[in-house]
């Protein structure tokens, strides 16, 4: 696993369940929450740039929330309402001149196996559904929302550190 993280050049995360704990607040008036972990926060911040990966996030939904946590972070890159993850994963490989192999991606549902299928290392939280479990390298310790971003990012710093 080690020799696939240290050739990792970007990062592809899906938010709701994975950088989130899948929960989606709501209140009378449509107003929408959610909660995201301070260390997944820190990780993107601090760690990931040292490690010359670029974080991306890439969603099926569209909320302004994320856009707002994704400016504090400092993530340029994020595409959100996307239905079809994989491709535009396909262009981003070739702006970022990337392939597969420098490509991980977390994911906690079937909405992201076809991305996963794009990339040369592939995790999910600890919570994610059984099918998206049987497919990655990697099933992170954490739940989503609950750190296991960090956790990939921790793997890959690592890596990347005892080459």
């Known amino acids: 696993m080690e020799k696939k993280l240290e050739k990792i050049k970007a990062l592809f ?27 997944d926060g820190y990780g993107i911040k601090n760690i990931l740039p040292k490690t010359d990966v670029v974080p991306v996030i890439i969603t099926g939904r569209d909320s302004k929330i994320v856009a707002r ?3 504090e972070l400092g993530i340029s890159k994020i595409y959100q309402g ?5 491709a535009v994963m396909q262009q981003l490989f070739e702006q970022f001149n990337i392939t ?30 059984e099918g998206i479990k049987q497919r990655v390298d990697h099933v992170c310790k954490a739940n989503g929302g609950r750190g296991a971003v960090r956790e990939v990012i921790d793997l890959i710093a690592q890596a990347k550190e005892n080459r």
């Open 69 to 71: 946590r994704a400016a």
């Open 82 to 86: 996307v239905d079809d993850k994989a």
């Open 100 to 129: 597969s192999e420098n490509a991980a991606y977390i994911g906690d549902d079937f909405n992201d196996a076809n991305a996963m299928e794009l990339c040369g290392f592939t995790a999910c939280p600890g919570d994610a559904v």
């Open 13 to 39: 995360m899906d938010v709701d369940g994975t950088l989130t704990d899948g929960h989606i607040y709501m209140s009378d008036n449509g107003e929408m929450c959610k909660a995201f972990h301070s260390h």
